[in-house]
């Protein structure tokens, strides 16, 4: 893994892959999931995962190729190479070289570039040299920066939700819920109007795979103790 620092732009973490052709690819894929997790408390920083993965992308319906593509899709990672980048002596080709990044756009330039001394095509991308730009929105949001939770818990708990625990049918007191609970933090955190970037209104964070991965890890420890 090595850290690359560029004037205007995220700090950037390139982790160089190997998987051995005979290698199990769930051995591996946890792996990558690993140094992904270790990276995921340093907020706004850019990934890139590249290497000879000899996963063969074309071969969509491979269990361990789909595997594979399922954790891409998890880690909101998108491989840059569309060309077969390995082929055999009968000059059938494979895509097990691949490049992986959380963001396209970034990128200027991506492909392969055959090498005399390998019989892997050298893969390559070209960054964007200044820091991307992104469309102002404003949104209704919630500051809680100065949020007391001692009183917000307090008023909760001393509230009369009789009309929730009430009510025969879970929609409606689903819907009573949430305005309810929304006027009691209204006294503590009022909903304003503020501007975001594009890039900050994606829900799915580095923060909630993370502790998607950790609640699948600890589900996995429950199963195999039953």
Not at 63 to 73: E, I, N, Q, S
Not at 112 to 133: G, W
Not at 212 to 224: G, Q, T, V
Request: charged letters at 25%.
């Amino acid at each position: 893994m090595s850290r690359l620092f560029l004037k205007w732009v995220k700090e950037i973490y390139i982790i160089a892959c190997y998987r051995p052709p005979g290698g199990q690819i769930e051995e591996f894929i946890l792996a990558l999931e690993t140094a992904l997790l270790n990276l995921s408390n340093h907020l706004n920083i850019e990934i890139v995962l590249l290497g000879d993965m000899n996963i063969n992308l074309n071969k969509p319906n491979d269990p361990g190729v789909r595997k594979y593509k399922d954790f891409l899709k998890c880690n909101g990672l998108c491989n840059l190479i569309n060309y077969d980048t390995h082929f055999s002596p009968n000059n059938v080709g494979s895509r097990i070289d691949h490049i992986l990044t959380t963001d396209v756009d970034i990128y200027t330039q991506y492909g392969i570039c055959p090498l005399e001394i390998s019989d892997h095509y050298l893969v390559y991308c070209v960054r964007k040299k200044f820091k991307v730009k992104h469309n102002k929105v404003r949104m209704w949001a919630r500051k809680y920066k100065n949020l007391d939770e001692a009183k917000l818990w307090d008023d909760i708990e001393n509230f009369d939700w009789t009309e929730v625990t009430s009510n025969q049918t879970p929609s409606d007191s689903w819907d009573i819920f949430i305005t309810l609970f929304n006027q009691i933090l209204d006294k503590y955190a009022p909903s304003k109007k503020m501007w975001f970037n594009e890039e900050m209104l994606a829900w799915v964070t580095r923060e909630y795979l993370s502790l998607c991965k950790e609640r699948d890890r600890l589900k996995r420890c429950l199963l195999s103790c039953n």
